[in-house]
Protein backbone atom coordinates (compact mmCIF):
# COMPACT_ATOMS: atom_id res chain seq x y z
CA UNK A 1 0.00 0.00 0.00
CA UNK A 2 2.56 2.42 0.81
CA UNK A 3 4.30 1.63 -2.85
CA UNK A 4 1.55 2.65 -4.22
CA UNK A 5 1.01 5.70 -2.66
CA UNK A 6 4.26 6.68 -3.12
CA UNK A 7 3.64 6.68 -6.45
CA UNK A 8 0.26 8.31 -6.33
CA UNK A 9 -1.85 5.11 -6.82
CA UNK A 10 -4.59 3.47 -5.11
CA UNK A 11 -5.53 0.16 -4.75
CA UNK A 12 -8.53 0.71 -6.90
CA UNK A 13 -7.11 2.28 -9.55
CA UNK A 14 -4.51 -0.43 -10.01
CA UNK A 15 -7.12 -2.76 -9.80
CA UNK A 16 -8.86 -1.79 -13.14
CA UNK A 17 -9.42 -4.28 -15.86
CA UNK A 18 -6.77 -3.96 -18.25
CA UNK A 19 -7.96 -2.13 -21.21
CA UNK A 20 -8.37 -3.50 -25.11
CA UNK A 21 -4.75 -2.70 -26.56
CA UNK A 22 -5.16 -2.60 -30.42
CA UNK A 23 -2.97 -4.47 -32.58
CA UNK A 24 -1.03 -1.27 -33.85
CA UNK A 25 -0.34 -0.21 -30.24
CA UNK A 26 1.61 -3.16 -28.67
CA UNK A 27 4.95 -1.90 -29.85
CA UNK A 28 4.80 0.76 -28.11
CA UNK A 29 3.17 -0.80 -24.95
CA UNK A 30 5.65 -3.57 -24.84
CA UNK A 31 8.39 -0.37 -25.09
CA UNK A 32 6.74 1.90 -22.41
CA UNK A 33 6.66 -1.68 -20.06
CA UNK A 34 10.37 -2.30 -20.10
CA UNK A 35 11.01 1.60 -19.71
CA UNK A 36 8.18 1.99 -16.66
CA UNK A 37 10.81 2.41 -14.04
CA UNK A 38 12.75 5.33 -15.37
CA UNK A 39 11.24 8.01 -13.71
CA UNK A 40 13.05 11.01 -13.13
CA UNK A 41 11.40 12.19 -9.51
CA UNK A 42 11.69 14.96 -7.58
CA UNK A 43 10.67 16.34 -3.64
CA UNK A 44 7.04 15.98 -5.55
CA UNK A 45 7.28 12.86 -6.77
CA UNK A 46 7.82 11.76 -10.82
CA UNK A 47 8.03 14.10 -12.75
CA UNK A 48 9.14 12.82 -16.47
CA UNK A 49 9.90 9.62 -17.68
CA UNK A 50 13.84 9.43 -18.32
CA UNK A 51 14.24 8.74 -22.59
CA UNK A 52 17.57 8.12 -22.17
CA UNK A 53 16.64 4.05 -22.09
CA UNK A 54 13.84 4.36 -24.64
CA UNK A 55 15.46 6.12 -27.42
CA UNK A 56 18.57 3.22 -26.89
CA UNK A 57 15.89 0.12 -27.52
CA UNK A 58 14.18 2.29 -30.10
CA UNK A 59 18.00 2.74 -31.89
CA UNK A 60 18.22 -1.02 -31.70
CA UNK A 61 15.02 -1.50 -33.40
CA UNK A 62 15.66 -0.84 -36.87
CA UNK A 63 13.17 1.47 -37.47
CA UNK A 64 12.46 3.64 -40.46
CA UNK A 65 12.76 7.57 -39.47
CA UNK A 66 9.16 7.77 -39.77
CA UNK A 67 8.03 4.64 -37.30
CA UNK A 68 10.64 5.89 -35.02
CA UNK A 69 8.97 8.68 -34.52
CA UNK A 70 5.65 7.37 -34.08
CA UNK A 71 7.05 5.23 -31.63
CA UNK A 72 8.73 8.13 -30.04
CA UNK A 73 5.34 10.22 -29.71
CA UNK A 74 3.51 7.27 -28.47
CA UNK A 75 5.95 6.58 -25.41
CA UNK A 76 5.67 10.34 -24.98
CA UNK A 77 2.09 10.57 -24.77
CA UNK A 78 2.04 7.78 -22.82
CA UNK A 79 4.43 9.19 -20.17
CA UNK A 80 2.53 12.32 -20.15
CA UNK A 81 -0.64 10.62 -19.52
CA UNK A 82 0.39 8.20 -16.98
CA UNK A 83 2.17 11.83 -14.63
CA UNK A 84 -1.17 13.37 -15.22
CA UNK A 85 -2.87 10.40 -13.68
CA UNK A 86 -0.40 10.21 -10.70
CA UNK A 87 -0.66 13.76 -10.24
CA UNK A 88 -4.61 13.24 -9.67
CA UNK A 89 -4.11 10.78 -7.56
CA UNK A 90 -1.38 12.24 -5.41
CA UNK A 91 -3.61 14.50 -3.14
Same mark, same amino acid.
Request: net charge negative; charged share 30%; hydrophobic share 45%.
Given at each position: ?E ?9 ? /????? @???? $???? $? ?6 M ?22 ? /?????? /????? @??? /? ?20
Open positions: MELARWGLTPE /LVARP @FPEI $WEEN $WPALRLYRCNDQWRCGMGGPYALDMTVPLA /LMARMG /LSDDD @FDE /LYDDITTMARTALEVMAENRD
